[in-house]
């Protein structure tokens, strides 16, 4: 489940809603909704997030919530042209395992990805 669908079951369940009665209330289909909140569609359109806004009256700071699971949860990521030919060999090793990473492996990731952040906070 990508950290969107968490966010919007969240945000239906807090208002007491059944998947059913947000898609009456946003103009979509209660499959649309059930998928979205499944993780099977990846996020939705602008459109759809204005909607659940307005529909929801979501708070700023829920919007902003929102927001930081939209980011969070995108699908498609491009390589920056100027990553080295190591990075694209990592990049080639970690997708096919995404899905089935074990909590310590990503703890792992996770750590060595702070590193640099590490390095630059310890005393000289």
């Known amino acids: 489940m ?10 239906r369940i807090r208002r007491g809603l059944r998947q059913k009665q947000l ?4 103009g979509y ?18 459109d759809f997030i204005r909607r659940l806004i307005s529909g929801l009256s979501l708070s700023e700071e829920d919007q902003a919530k929102l927001e930081e ?3 969070t949860s995108r699908r498609q990521f491009s390589i920056p042209h100027r990553a080295s030919d190591a ?11 995404l899905g089935s990473l ?3 492996q990503i703890q792992l990731i996770q750590l060595a ?8 906070d310890m005393p000289r």
């Open 102 to 104: 074990l909590p310590q």
């Open 69 to 71: 699971a939209l980011q």
């Open 2 to 11: 990508s950290p969107f669908s968490q966010a919007l079951k969240t945000f």
């Open 87 to 97: 990075e694209f060999q990592m990049v080639h090793q970690l997708v096919p395992q």
């Open 29 to 46: 289909e209660p499959s649309y909704i059930s998928a979205l909140e499944r993780g099977e569609k990846g996020p939705p359109r602008q």
């Open 113 to 120: 990805l702070s590193f640099p952040q590490i390095c630059r």
């Open 23 to 26: 898609a009456l209330l946003l």
